[in-house]
């Protein structure tokens, strides 16, 4: 079993994870492909794709589903639908190389990423699409983030250091906790349009040709600021990032972690490691001291 996808242009042939090979031919690129990385996660993956195609975008589209050996009955789920193209990864390689996959498995000059727990509403990508276009020195797009309830998420931010890291956490805990003055907050500000740093890898749109540039998601991340560091690399060769309140997706954040709640926090810190260790070196020594002082369950 191959454990990459690779694709060449012109010539064209597409080598999936799961080991079969078709032919692409020009005529079969269109101008989204929707990429869904699913892990153990059967009943939100129902609801991601039934939404799908519910409301499916007005642009040319595919959908992907790139699964890391989930054991609930997922591939069986999205094979339910038939034009889903379903990948098996053979193994549980994490977020950011299976995203890989299903860009190198896509045909669409543009590729959006979305979590398995997030669901799309009627004109929600076509809203996306819009902003893409009307904007272009936009590389990524990033929507406005819900809950079930319709309270807004804090999706978005400046690049991640202590300082801003340590007030985006307050912003968001107090949040959650249902502060009032502090919810009204980040209301306001997911209400308007903003160039951040980094948006939300649960509903992420990028311009492909601005993935490639960059040579995809780093694959040291296993889950977690795969989203930060991708949207740093955008930047870092001068691409913008944007966030659009114009588009809303539901997403029912952590739901692929609860079930293994220490395994998640250690990809998390391993994450948290390798991101400073790269974007903030300096820093990476004091960060592996202060995770070693809080402990593994803190």
Not at 260 to 271: D, F, G, K, L, N
Request: net charge positive; aromatic share 8%; with cysteine.
């Amino acid at each position: 079993m191959s454990a990459a996808c690779a694709r060449i242009r012109g010539g064209v042939t597409a080598t999936h994870a799961c080991g079969w090979i078709r032919s692409i031919g020009i005529s079969d690129f269109m101008d989204l492909s929707i990429i869904i990385v699913s892990y153990n996660a059967c009943a939100d993956l129902a609801q991601c794709l039934q939404a799908l195609h519910d409301a499916p975008p007005a642009a040319s589209h595919e959908v992907i589903v790139v699964d890391n050996a989930s054991t609930d009955g997922s591939v069986e789920v999205a094979r339910r639908w038939d034009d889903v193209q379903v990948i098996e990864s053979g193994t549980n390689r994490g977020f950011a190389a299976a995203s890989n996959i299903g860009i190198r498995a896509a045909r669409g000059t543009n590729v959006l990423l979305l979590n398995s727990d997030a669901l799309v509403g009627p004109g929600s990508l076509d809203a996306m699409m819009s902003a893409l276009a009307t904007h272009p020195e936009a590389s990524v797009v990033g929507p406005r983030l819900v809950d079930g309830e319709g309270r807004a998420e804090l999706s978005f931010g400046r690049m991640l250091g202590p300082l801003v890291e340590f007030r985006q956490k307050r912003l968001v805990r107090a949040h959650a906790r249902g502060d009032k003055s502090v919810s009204r907050r980040v209301e306001a500000m997911t209400r308007r349009m903003q160039w951040p740093d980094w948006v939300s890898g649960a509903c992420l749109l990028v311009r492909r040709e601005d993935a490639e540039a960059v040579g995809l998601f780093d694959e040291r991340y296993f889950m977690y600021l795969e989203d930060v560091d991708f949207c740093a690399a955008i930047r870092a060769r001068g691409g913008r990032i944007l966030f659009s309140p114009l588009a809303e997706v539901v997403h029912f954040r952590g739901r692929s972690g609860r079930g293994a709640p220490a395994a998640t926090h250690a990809a998390y810190q391993r994450s948290h490691i390798a991101f400073y260790e790269k974007r903030r070196p300096w820093i990476a020594p004091f960060l592996r001291w202060y995770l070693r002082l809080k402990g593994p369950s803190s």
